[in-house]
């Protein structure tokens, strides 16, 4: 069958040809272009056609869409996959959140819930308040501890005009009302006190929480937004032009307004479920493979990266600064989206240094290449490498020089490590360039990109994607081991800890592990790794005194055969909150 597919006479228009080298080339007479990859004929229904500025296009009269890129098999099942996961997309517009219980309960408050008819509630910056429902009162001090010490434990009592307080999350810190002015440090005598501030003048170990750096970064929209609405009308059936147009026709402040959005054709008064449900489905009209916008990271990770071949769309400079301040829009009015980008990408939205780590996420293959090359001797193996590398992009290949002359420059054992600094910052922006400042203008007009450095890569995910509840049950029961068992103790302690986790934790865990923190739709059961379905995996590894590390292409835990539970939480916990990147290896 492949042998009489290739005999199949080429489209009209086209002809084969043969470079210097003897290799097959095919001309497009019709949009004089050349390609690698032999055309196929349209598929049934389609058309070409040409733009009154002589651009070629095709025509679906299937489904009446058009596109930029030439149709073919591989193209149209995409296509189909896309369309397929519409439904269970939408069905997960309400499974996403952050911190959705703002007080607390019962069980995680050590003071016990609140007197009936109470309700805490959080300022724009952070500050706590209760509201007494019953008589439509407010005030700052908690119900439960008024008229208290609230030192709880016997401790002195505080100076004369001071007041002991908790935030949101829990950190204590004490008011002066003598001089009206806070701190973290106690202010009785041979008080212990909360240990080294970080930059921002609080304690490390409060500014590292990512509740804290979430309210400073609500603080900063909330003081920034404009009073009356943006009212957007579309179309279901043409919703990413619809929205395309409308959000680009506007100044970029404009979309710090809140937002009123109305679908065409229905009723509905937009309070926050309908701007949710739209979010939700623009961000999946962005992954449509005819837009060739964004791409799947590689055939077993789902995360986004942007499409090297997108020029194929005349305009789609234009589409990515229109994603840009999409996304802004959605971090800024505390919406979610989809489905989430490549770690990589999150870093140089943060303007991080990329490291040959970043790559094994997205390139398995290239990046143990790396590997090869940074623990061989290329002397003592013979091998002929120049500071100049290849990338094949639709069928054409494209030199491209690591450094000025890079052609005639040979690597060797003194300039490798350049050479991989250069390849690396090369394979992570290649045919990319455009497209991500296109993407970073138009996110910087909505949000200025220095509101982000509060946050790392893995935070900048869960504030862009959300949290889910994370099934631990399911998590367990697709859990396999290796020089392990179910009943080891070190295993037993490992998901004690984790019943005991949050969701931030848990996500953060899911981030340090698998590389992201979202879960298939299907559950832990569907998770994929870099040769496809992989399983969660806890291997045992190393001694008692290492940290664990991760494996994120295999989702793979190696965990040391700590002593105590006491241990094995202070060294897991150490990992997932202290360390920078992917793996420590």
Request: proline share 6%; aromatic share 14%; glycine share 6%.
């Amino acid at each position: 069958q492949g042998s009489a597919a290739a005999e199949e006479p080429l489209p009209p228009g086209w002809e084969m040809r043969f470079d210097s080298y003897g290799r097959k080339y095919y001309v497009d007479h019709n949009t004089r272009s050349t390609t690698w990859e032999r055309p196929q004929p349209l598929p049934p229904g389609w058309e070409m056609r040409r733009d009154p500025r002589g651009r070629v296009y095709y025509v679906d009269h299937n489904t009446r869409q058009t596109t930029w890129q030439r149709p073919n098999s591989h193209r149209l099942q995409q296509m189909a996959n896309w369309q397929g996961e519409r439904a269970r997309v939408m069905q997960m517009k309400n499974q996403r959140f952050l911190f959705p219980d703002q007080q607390r309960t019962a069980e995680d408050d050590p003071l016990g819930p609140l007197p009936e008819g109470w309700e805490k509630r959080v300022e724009p910056n952070g500050r706590v308040y209760f509201v007494n429902h019953k008589n439509r009162t407010t005030q700052w001090e908690d119900p439960r501890t008024q008229g208290q010490l609230q030192g709880q434990l016997q401790e002195e009592p505080l100076p004369n005009g001071w007041e002991m307080r908790f935030t949101d999350a829990g950190a204590r810190y004490f008011v002066d009302h003598n001089t009206r002015t806070t701190t973290f440090d106690d202010p009785r005598p041979g008080a212990s006190k909360q240990g080294t501030k970080g930059v921002y003048g609080v304690p490390a170990q409060y500014e590292r929480s990512f509740r804290w750096k979430l309210n400073q970064f609500r603080y900063l929209c909330q003081s920034n937004a404009l009073p009356s609405h943006n009212k957007l009308t579309v179309s279901r059936q043409t919703l990413f032009e619809d929205s395309f147009h409308q959000l680009m026709r506007l100044p970029a402040y404009e979309l710090r307004r809140r937002l009123y959005i109305i679908f065409k054709g229905e009723e509905g008064l937009d309070y926050g479920g309908v701007s949710r449900e739209w979010f939700f489905a623009v961000s999946h009209e962005v992954l449509n493979p005819m837009y060739c916008l964004f791409e799947y990271a590689n055939k077993n990770n789902y995360s986004l990266q942007i499409n090297p071949a997108s020029y194929v769309n005349p305009d789609h400079l234009h589409y990515f600064k229109f994603i840009g301040r999409f996304i802004a829009m959605a971090m800024y009015h505390g919406k979610f989206i989809y489905s989430g980008f490549t770690m990589p990408f999150y870093k140089r939205m943060l303007n991080r240094k990329l490291t040959m780590k970043d790559i094994e996420s997205i390139d398995p293959e290239f990046y143990n290449s790396l590997i090869w090359i940074r623990d061989n001797n290329l002397e003592e193996c013979g091998l002929e490498m120049f500071f100049s590398v290849d990338f094949e992009l639709l069928g054409e290949i494209k030199p491209h020089e690591l450094k000025p002359g890079g052609a005639e420059i040979m690597v060797n054992e003194e300039n490798k490590e350049e050479y991989l600094e250069l390849v690396t910052e090369w394979r992570m922006t290649r045919g990319i360039e455009e497209q991500t400042k296109s993407f970073l203008d138009g996110f910087n007009e909505v949000v200025p990109l220095e509101w982000l450095q509060y946050f790392d890569e893995r935070e900048l995910e869960l504030i862009i994607c959300g949290m889910q509840n994370i099934d631990v049950e399911d998590w367990q029961k697709n859990t396999i081991y290796r020089h392990y068992t179910k009943t080891s103790k070190q295993v037993q302690w490992f998901w004690t800890y984790v019943k005991s986790m949050d969701n931030e934790t848990r996500s953060r865990l899911l981030q340090f592990v698998c590389g992201t923190c979202r879960v298939p739709v299907g559950g832990f059961g569907e998770l994929m790794g870099s040769n496809g379905p992989q399983r969660f995996c806890i291997e045992k590894v190393g001694k008692d005194s290492w940290l664990p590390r991760s494996h994120t292409c295999f989702n793979r835990l190696d965990l040391p055969p700590y002593k105590s539970y006491e241990q094995l939480v202070e060294k897991l916990k150490f990992a997932i909150e202290e360390t920078e990147g992917f793996g420590q290896e």
